[in-house]
């Protein structure tokens, strides 16, 4: 029954499917998955503040140190080895026998000071923390100069900004109702808080607390998303990870699988109403069950669990979304969500319903989603090994911890390739792909993308069949013996430039270099698309003036792919270079746009739509009065 209804992306699966069980049967189409090799990127030597670089096609134009407060380095986090962990285990019983005294309780629980997500609003940059967030005046050519630092500790601290208000998630037990430092403790407290904050911001010397909006399983990740009519109403769509908290602590609250518990919180999100002129009054409107079997209307109707086939990836029940994206210009929805990749409908966002839903087994953890500008195709990214592992390593398989680039055909998604960091890290450096958005490129999907130790790497995945890195920075580990949690969580595009959030080292601004993958008109366009606010997770479509950048951009790209005609595009560049002279030949322009217009017969579909494009660029120009 699972199996019907699940739309299998991988040559794997359907491998399986079909009774082969081997190792060979699950080799993907030549390729279709980038090769893992080395590079300079994989020898790098370690250190906290003084690693090894690496950089391609890009400038490192600031490295930011954490702000104060928001760095130890005894706060650095390395997951027990299986030898601590067994000890830990057999000293934990001797406890409970009575036969040992408990240890010490550690300073910093994992990933206290960690930097996490970010936004962009009014020229700041606000990153958030485990500990808190901070925010950054980026709104000129220097330097990024802290504004302010808010010190309320919970994790994970992911943030979104609206106006003067500032979103945060909160996910942990330790988290208390007024951003106290003393943890929230046992197993019901009516002090602890997981699920949304809400500051007022518009006083950056002096924020506030306006509203605390609990949840049965805490905030992992949230998205904002724009009601299509009311502009005094945002909703947040709240994904959640963890475990289910008491009734006894929050009365909204049951657990259990829903064939024994109908009601259970797992297998739903939260949707929670924000009412603009009165946003202390957010609460829950609907916990819709978007993973439900279609025609039963059973609650788990999605992946149960497990592996599929003896070589598939050991993947959890999809019982909640890790994060989900938003494009509302074309009311859909993109959710990663523990064992399946799902698209929804949101045209209604306070009852956003499942369209389609894709299955790999490839896939460990479906995390992340990323649409390109055309709304066609979604970039999911699988956090295998949760982050706090190395898999990057020249052993590991291609497939797994990757990005599946998915195609929207006919409403339904269709897996079409894999991409991962093609250079081999070490087995110190946590490594697997993470969160990302695109570089607003006319006529490309460019994303740029965190991969934790393996750094920041920009994907070229306009041809879905085809992904290829065009652009990279790296460091080394942070410890070349051990593996200490680090890396770079964001990598954003954020109005021309790449902000980079690293767990334990601050942040990096970078900004992208002419090459051979990316000419400077291409760039020049992308960094001319500015936007007040930016949530990464709530996805908008750039406007690219009429400007010759654009002309030229298609032009290069038309160049870099052999699509148009020599004499024809020699006639189109010198068209373009009167045009940035300040003059225009309407009849030549109009001329150029018909011509351009015939797209010869099978030319690849990336290709047809960037003439499509020129041919409509230059007939405004012709039509100019």
């Known amino acids: 029954m699972i199996i019907r209804s699940l739309l299998l992306g991988s040559a794997a699966a359907a491998s399986l499917l079909l009774g082969a069980a081997t190792a060979e049967a699950q080799a993907p189409a030549p390729g279709q998955i980038p090769p893992v090799g080395t590079d300079v990127r994989s020898t790098l030597t370690p250190g906290l503040h003084d690693a090894g670089q690496a950089i391609s096609n890009l400038t490192l134009e600031h490295s930011v140190q954490p702000a104060p407060g928001f760095f130890d380095p005894e706060a650095l986090f390395a997951p027990p080895t299986r030898e601590e962990a067994l000890a830990a285990r057999a000293r934990a019983a001797a406890v409970e026998a ?11 629980s994992p990933l206290a000071l960690a930097n996490s997500d970010m936004a962009m609003s009014n020229g700041r940059l606000f990153v958030g923390n485990f500990n808190g967030f901070n925010a950054y005046d980026v709104s000129g050519e220097g330097a990024p100069e802290l504004v302010l630092s808010v010190v309320c500790p919970g994790g994970q601290g992911d943030v979104s900004v609206h106006g003067n208000l500032l979103f945060m998630s909160v996910e942990q037990n330790r988290a208390r ?151 509302p210009e074309i009311g859909l929805a993109a959710g990663a969500c523990s064992g399946n990749g799902i698209l929804l ?59 599946l680039i998915a195609a929207i055909e006919d409403g339904r998604l269709v897996g079409k390739s894999f991409f991962k960091l093609p250079a081999a890290q070490s087995g110190s450096e946590n490594c697997v792909a993470h969160n990302g958005n695109l570089v607003p490129v006319p006529g490309r999907d460019l994303m740029v993308q965190a991969w934790y130790q393996g750094g920041v790497s920009i994907v070229d995945f306009t041809d879905p069949a085809r992904p290829q890195e065009i652009a990279y920075f790296d460091r080394g580990p942070v410890d070349g013996d051990r593996l200490y949690v680090g890396g770079h969580w964001s990598a954003y595009w954020l109005n021309g430039r790449i902000y980079a959030s690293e767990i334990a080292r601050g942040f990096d601004v970078l900004r992208l270099k002419p090459s051979e993958h990316l000419s400077a008109a291409e760039i020049a366009v992308a960094e001319r698309v500015m936007a007040e606010t930016i949530n990464p997770q709530t996805q908008t479509r750039p406007v690219w003036e009429d400007h010759p950048d654009v002309a030229t951009a298609y032009l290069d790209q038309l160049a870099r792919s052999q699509g148009l005609e020599a004499g024809l595009a020699g006639k189109a560049r010198a068209a373009v270079e009167q045009w940035r002279g300040g003059g225009v030949d309407r009849a030549q322009a109009s001329a150029l746009s018909r011509e351009i217009a015939i797209v010869p017969e099978n030319m690849p579909a990336a290709d047809a739509a960037r003439r499509k494009a020129l041919s409509e660029l230059f007939g405004r120009l012709g039509a100019r009065s």
């Open 98 to 108: 009575g036969t040992a005294e408990p240890l010490p309780r550690p300073r910093y």
């Open 177 to 327: 109702l007024d951003c106290g430092v003393r943890d929230a403790e046992g197993e019901v407290n009516a002090e602890r808080f997981r699920g949304i904050r809400i500051f007022d911001i518009s006083d950056l010397s002096a924020p506030r607390q306006i509203a605390a909006v609990q949840t049965c399983r805490g905030s992992h990740t949230h998205t904002l998303v724009p009601h299509p009519t009311d502009p005094k109403v945002l909703y947040i769509y709240n994904s959640a990870t963890s475990g289910v908290r008491k009734s006894e602590e929050l009365s909204i609250c049951q657990d259990g699988q829903p064939a024994d518990n109908p009601e259970t919180a797992l297998y739903s999100i939260d949707v929670i109403k924000v009412p603009l002129d009165a946003p202390e009054q957010a609460a829950i409107v609907n916990r819709p069950r978007i993973f439900a079997d279609r025609e039963t209307g059973a609650v788990a109707g999605l992946w149960k669990g497990g592996r599929l086939g003896v070589a598939g990836q050991e993947s959890g029940p999809t019982n909640h979304c890790h994060d989900i994206t938003v494009y």
């Open 345 to 403: 409908d949101i045209s209604d966002p306070e009852n956003p319903s499942r369209v389609s839903e894709l299955f790999d087994p490839d896939m460990a953890y479906w995390h992340s989603a990323t649409f390109n500008t055309t709304g066609d195709k979604v970039l999911f990214t699988d956090e295998w090994g949760g982050g706090t592992s190395a898999r990057c390593r020249a052993e590991d398989p291609a497939a797994w911890g990757a990005d």
